[in-house]
Each structure stands twice: as C-alpha cells, then as structure tokens.
C-alpha cells in the first residue's frame, strides 16, 4: 500500500493544519416530534485539513504525482498523524483535484484534505 508523501524534511504536513474527528449517527425523527439516535459506526473517524506552502518544484510534482496515482478520491493509502506519529492504514484524498498554486521558485502552495476510512 502507498504511504502519503513527506516532504524534503521529512513531515509530512506544516503548520497551521487542521484535524478534527467526524461521527456518524442516524437519527430517526418520528410523527410526535420525539427523536430515537443510533451510532452508524463504532469509533469516530479523523480528518486531516494540511496547508502546505513554500513548496519547491519537486514536492509539488510528488504531491501531484501521488494525487494522480491515487486517482483522487479513490485511492488508499496510509498516513502518518502529524500530531501523534500514529500510521492510519486506511486513508484517502477528500477531493478528486488537485489545486496548487506556483509563485516562483520554492513558493509552491497547496491544500490537501486526508480523511481516515472505515
């Protein structure tokens, strides 16, 4: 299985990121305004939201490369928790496009959006 890229100093995010965790919960709603709420799925799952800036040419072509190779949002990978340092096996892209944005030499930019699947 493929492993998300690191960059040239070996993180794999910069700072400011974002991870925030997302729960599941099918709530059923019934005629007298009562309402009965059952888990979908046992543990919450995390989101990953990683700015990453001042990027040379050959990060942004491997952040790329692997956002093609993964075809978007189809793709598994596994991914390493920049906050904990733990591996989650079962990841994958929230987006099918990969947006970046080329400022000059060294100041490349882009957002990518990793989310833990079940």
């Known amino acids: 299985m493929a492993n998300f890229p690191a960059l040239k100093t070996g993180v794999v995010a910069q700072y400011p990121a974002d991870r925030t965790r997302r729960y599941s919960t099918q709530v059923y709603r019934f005629v007298d305004g009562s309402e009965q709420r059952f888990p979908e799925y046992g543990p919450s799952l995390k989101k990953w939201s990683i700015r990453l ?3 040379d040419e050959r990060e942004l072509t491997e952040l790329g490369d692997f956002f093609v ?8 990978f596994s991914f390493t928790d ?5 591996v989650y096996p079962n990841c994958s892209l929230d987006r099918d496009e990969f947006d970046a944005e080329l400022r000059g030499v060294g100041q490349a930019s882009t957002n990518v959006i990793v989310r833990e699947n079940r």
């Open 53 to 55: 800036a001042l990027l």
């Open 69 to 76: 190779s993964m075809s978007g949002r189809s793709g598994q």
């Open 82 to 86: 920049p906050w904990d340092g733990t």
